[in-house]
Each structure stands twice: as C-alpha cells, then as structure tokens.
C-alpha cells in the first residue's frame, strides 16, 4: 500500500547561473565609487558658482540659462564649503573614471562582452517587441525565461547610453573645462560650443547619469536587491523562481 | 519592509561614502594621496600640450560685454594708493632673482618695450569665464634682457595686493615663463589696465586658471625652487588653501 503512494517530487533546487565576468564586476564597482566620487564633488564645486550659461563667457552680469540654490553639505565632497578640495577630489578620480573606462571598454571588446551581451538585434528593436518587454517590465518580470541570463532590451540600451554616450561626454566635456586641454584641443572645446556651453553639457551629463543610477538602484530592488548584489560580487546569479 | 530596509541600506552605503570621503581627506596618508592628483595631471598635461601650443583667441564680437573683477579690487596700503595718486609714475617693477643683469622698469620703460595684444578668456577656478583683450610685453622679452642665470627654473610674481597682512604672489615655471602668449599686460580692452583688475600690471600665463593671473606687480624674482619662499607651495592660495600650483586643470 505505501509503495503505492505517490512519492511527492523534491523541490528544483534553485538554478544559478555564472552572469557576470569578473572584469565587468570589477569595473561596477571601481567605476560605481568613481561616478559618486564625481557627483558628491561636482556639486561642491558648481557650489562656488551655480550657475550656467552658453556661450564661450558666462560670468555674474551675464544672462544664466539656469540658476540654482547651492547644494547641500550631505550631498558634496568635502560636506562643508571647500572648493580647493572639492577639486583635488575630482581631478583625482577624473583618472580613475577615464582610464578606469577606456580599459573597460578595450577589456570588453576582446571578452566578448560587447560583442556578445551588450550587442543589439534586429529582433530586440521591434515595436512589437519593445512594448512586450515594457509590460513585462510593469509587471516586473524582467528576464526572458528562455535566456534568464542575457539583458533585457532596455537593460542594454541604458547601458549602451551609460558606457557610450554619457559618461564619455562627462569626460570629453570635462577635459573641455581645462585651459591647458584647450590648448591642446582647441576644436572640441569648438564642438560643444565654448567653455560655458561645456561646463553646461557637463552638468546636464552629470544629472543624466544620477537619473540613470536612481532608475538602476530601483530595479536592482524590484528584481531582487541580494540576488542582484550578489552577482556583481561573485558573478553567480539565481534564476528567479517563476523563470526556473 | 524589506525593501525598504534594502534601500535604506543602498542610501546609506552612499552617504557613508560621501561621509568617509572627509574622513579620508583628514587623515594624513590619505591627504598625501588626495593631493597626489597634480602630479599626475601635470605631466599628462604637457606632454599633451607641448611647449608652445597656444590658448584659443577669440574675435573681438566675442568678448565679454563687462569684464567683472574679482580677488582684491583694489590694495588698500597706503603705499599704493600714494603710488595710484602720482599716476604710478613712482612704480618700479623689479627683475631680480637668478639674473645677471637685475631690472627696475618704469612703467613708461615698460609701455616702449613691442607689445603684443590678444583676446584671450580668463576661466576661473570658480566655473566663471570672461574674454577680454589683453595688451603688454612677452615676459620671455624682460627675462632675456635681466639675463637669466642656468639655475633660474621658477618666476615669483610679487603683488602689492595683501590678504590681512600675507602678500600675494604667484609663481610659473621656464615653460610658462617663456610661453608665446605669456606676457606682463598693462593694458586692457583697448585701455590703461584698470585697478580693479591689476594696475599697472598683471601677468597673463593663458593656460592657467584665473588665480595664477597676479595682478598688481611689483617684482619678479627668478628663483631655483619654490622651497622658502611664502608657504613653499608657489602661491598665497597654494599656500593657505589647497589649490593646485599647476592650475592647467
């Protein structure tokens, strides 16, 4: 009689997946103390004169284009007023945050991760497909149950704009900010329209870039905060449950 | 509740950062390496820049409509506004240091000596910038002519400007020194250099920020090493605050 009972099946034992190469988990993090570095500095030094203009000039008697309260200290390097550090802070990582990406981007290149995971198709780009993946993003399923561990379309178009568009352009403008890089380059500093219209790309660069980390704070939530850390820490992540 | 403890947890591991950003700056070893960033950015800069390459001039429908002044507008010794009242005609701007021949320039003297003019933009370490057309001597001219001794590898511009009681100065290397566009401008935007902005005389090194600029010179000592003069570190803001001596960045 007992052999006849069904036997309950055991549970799946939860499938993880290697998803993050240990050269991409180690330029997150650099580049994720980097990017805070820059930002908690930035605003200390948009602090000792906040505000933009376009143009080549823009000083006091000339007409901003947006005008701010100064920053608070909980969200600037140093916490107190300090532009002479705020500097010696940015300038720093300035290095880390460049170079820091161009090995990044070189490293990827040859790794495949570029090639591989980051590469948009045709498929990817269909409105049919755009709008799928939108609700499914509603409905916070973010992983396509056939291929759990490839990005979504919009994981990778953020990333793409991230790693090709915005944190390049912080860079490029920055070195724009420098009047011993514009002795050098002269024809950039022409391309963004002049110093001030620069130092405005840079900020509007700036601000694109902490939208992009609160948006990417908050589905790292929604996906599952731990499971998400922990892959960028070891490179192993759990297939969610309803995927598996 | 989780998640919300999960994003008090990601705020907070931010703030800690910007928080423990201070404590690194306080600390001895990690102010050595926060300061450290001007000795990389320095040499990466010239070797981009080179010797010679110029700062962009611009045209004269792209200047500033008002130049605004800024650090001290006026030096408020006696001494120099005796010197204003008699029209500087007293003023004597010295040459001396690491010279063979030591000079004292009138400002008559120094007006004969070819001039060049450029409209250049004069960025401060603040974020502002304002472009205006500069007018004065190469310093390269004034130093061939006081005849530099080989040891001569720094030039301190002495200020009659005073911050309390600490004279400002300013200083650059032979690069700088000898740079095409670096020159001692008396004149300013068609005129006589005003005082808010310097008179008689201010340097101009245009791939520097605003800070490096001295204004109201009254000496230039040509020197081996920064080392003992002022604070040591080349400057009144390199002294009493952290900037950078090379401002190019």
Known sequence: MADAEPRPEPPAPPRTIYRHRVATRLWHWINAVAILIMLGSGLMIFNAHPRLYWGIYGANFDHPWLQLPRWPGWATIPAHYNLALARRWHLLFALVLAFGLLLHMVVSLINGHIGKDLRLRRAELAPRHLWADFKAHLALRFHDPARPGAYNIFQKLSYIVV???????????????????????????????????ARSIHFIAAAALTLFIVVHLTLVILAGAINEIRSMVTGWWRVPEEDA | ??????????????????????????????????????????????????????????????????????????????????????????????????????????????????????????????????????????????????????????????????????PYYESIDLVDALHPQTILAWGMNGKALSVGHGAPVRLRVERQL????????????????????????????????????????
């Open chain 1, 163 to 197: 790693i090709f568009g915005l944190i390049p352009l912080a860079i490029f403008t920055g070195l724009c900010l420098s009047p011993g890089f514009n002795a050098f380059a002269p024809w950039l500093l022409e391309l963004f329209g002049g110093r001030q219209s």
């Open chain 2, 210 to 249: 605003g800070y490096k600029q001295a204004k109201f010179i009254e000496r230039i000592e040509a020197v081996a090493s920064l080392d003992g003069i002022g604070g040591g570190r080349g400057g009144y803001w390199e002294d009493v605050a952290d900037y950078e001596w090379y401002a190019g960045i």
């Open chain 2, 1 to 166: 509740m989780t998640i919300f403890t999960r994003r008090t947890l990601l705020v907070g591991a931010s703030a800690g950062l910007l928080a423990g950003c201070d404590s690194v700056a306080n600390n001895p070893l990690g102010r050595k390496l926060l300061l450290s960033d001007e000795k990389l950015h320095q040499p990466l800069q010239r070797l981009l820049i080179g010797r010679t390459a110029r700062a962009p001039e611009y045209r004269r429908d792209q200047m500033s409509p008002f130049f605004r002044t800024n650090g001290t507008r006026k030096p408020d010794t006696p001494a120099y506004q005796a010197l204003l009242d008699g029209q500087f005609a007293d003023w004597r701007l010295r040459i001396d240091g690491l010279v063979e021949r030591p000079l004292a320039l009138t400002l008559a003297q120094l007006r004969a000596v070819p001039a060049q003019t450029q409209i250049t933009r004069h960025d401060c370490v603040e974020g502002w910038s304002a472009v205006g057309e500069w007018h004065g001597p190469r310093l390269a001219l004034l130093l061939d002519a006081a005849r530099l001794r080989p040891q001569a590898k720094y030039f301190v511009f002495h200020c009659m400007d005073r911050f309390a009681d600490t």
